[in-house]
């Protein structure tokens, strides 16, 4: 069995910052690609940043100059430092892991149940 989990969402004001955390776990053969999209509310769930295994990153627009992706290989974790936060940031985050199983013949993606994060004064 495999599982992500995330972790650090909470409630922050405009201009703060938080710190998202995922560990992915289980019968782990490899992981490739690890990845952090977001959901507001009423809206469809989008892309914010990706990390390759050699520590390639792209980032959403939206999102660049203010977050940043990173991934410990060892400890099979991405981390998502966000800094000046705004009210558009505010949606349920979830990490997302394109990993192969041990027994499993292709990677496939893999999904955290999502942590709040709310942007407000």
């Known amino acids: 069995q495999v599982q992500v989990v995330e972790s650090g969402g909470g409630l922050v004001q405009p201009g703060g910052s938080l710190r998202l955390s995922c560990a992915a776990s289980g019968s782990i053969f490899s992981i490739n690609d690890m990845a952090w999209y977001r959901q507001a509310p009423g809206k469809q769930r989008e892309l914010v940043a990706t990390?390759?295994?050699?520590?390639?990153?792209k980032y959403a627009e939206s999102v660049k100059g203010r977050f940043t992706i990173s991934r410990d290989n060892d400890a099979e974790t991405v981390s998502l430092e966000m800094n000046s936060l705004k009210p558009d940031d505010t949606a349920v985050y979830y990490c997302?892991?394109?990993?192969?199983?041990w027994g499993q013949g292709n990677a496939r993606d893999y999904w955290g149940q999502g942590t709040q994060v709310t942007v407000s004064s």
């Open positions: 990390i390759t295994g050699g520590g390639s990153a």
């Open positions: 997302n892991a394109a990993l192969t199983a």
